[in-house]
Nanobody
């Protein structure tokens, strides 16, 4: 099972980036998926999560209104659209998938992780 995240890079404050995470080796179309991030010297934190159908989404307060999580089950892919980026959004972003059916926001409850993609927001 592989989750491959891409789309990170260097962007100026106020800019936007879209991250993608493609799953292979297993279909996650019936499972929740999420995005987490880890800034230098900090613990990994929850960013956003989405139910298997895409009908329910959850966001950290720090990104609410700026980030949008979505998924395309036909492509076994989840996305994170990041708008109005701030320097404090700089981090390595990880996608994750869980075997359970319930959407959760705790990293330890996710079973599969991507390799991470770095997003750097300059001021």
């Amino acid at each position: 099972v592989q989750l491959r995240a891409c789309g990170g890079g260097l962007v100026r404050a106020g800019g936007c980036v879209r991250l993608s995470c493609a799953a292979s080796g297993r279909t996650f179309s019936s499972h929740p998926m999420g995005w987490f991030r880890q800034a230098p010297g900090k613990e990994r934190e929850f960013v956003a999560a989405i139910s298997w159908s895409g009908g329910s989404t959850y966001y950290a307060d720090s990104v609410k209104g700026r980030f949008t999580i979505s998924r395309n089950n036909a492509k076994n892919t989840v996305y994170l659209q990041m708008n109005s980026l701030k320097p404090e959004d700089t981090a390595v972003y990880y996608c994750a998938a869980r075997k359970g059916a319930v959407v959760v926001t705790t990293a330890s409850q996710y079973d599969y992780w991507g390799q991470g993609t770095l997003v750097t927001v300059s001021s």
